[in-house]
């Protein structure tokens, strides 16, 4: 199984705004689930994207990039891709092929060559989503504030 990886840190700021969720009604609640859905579902569509510009095994990163499943429960936008959605014409998981497909494999030939850092920058997925994460934290963060300025008038 493998590891999540947070692409930039959480610090205290952050878990403050989402501690502050704990204060909020539903509506402001669902509001930000809402807003988080829609930042994730444009997340995965740019990784689907990503993933139709592979520069290795193209249609093996596509057929992974269709498991991606959009958290519609989350206030933070966020997806998971792999698990045990059967991919291509393979009897594979796309949670045992990704790893092989977005960061390479000098044992397995069925996966490009390592990708660069000795394996550690990806070939597709991970370069993509370290560019547009920016852009998913900004916008989410001018939803929340609309979402608390929203909430707060109410008092």
Do not use: C, H
Request: proline letters at 3%; charged letters at 30%.
């Amino acid at each position: 199984m493998a590891k999540t990886k947070q692409l930039v840190k959480l610090d205290g700021d952050f878990k403050g705004l989402l501690k502050a969720f704990n204060k909020m009604d539903d509506i402001a609640k669902n509001d930000m689930k809402k807003i988080a859905s829609d930042l994730a579902e444009r997340g995965a569509n740019y990784a689907r994207g990503a993933a139709s510009r592979a520069p290795y095994n193209e249609k093996q990163a596509q057929a992974v990039a269709e498991s991606i499943k959009i958290s519609k429960s989350d206030k933070a936008p966020s997806f998971s891709i792999g698990g045990n959605r059967k991919v291509g014409s393979s009897a594979f998981a796309a949670g045992y092929v990704i790893m092989g497909n977005e960061f390479g494999s000098k044992r397995f030939k069925q996966f490009p060559r390592r990708s660069g850092n000795s394996g550690r920058e990806g070939w597709w997925l991970y370069r993509a989503m370290s560019r547009f994460q920016p852009t998913i934290a900004q916008e989410w963060l001018k939803g929340y504030e609309r979402v608390v300025n929203a909430w707060k008038a109410t008092f």
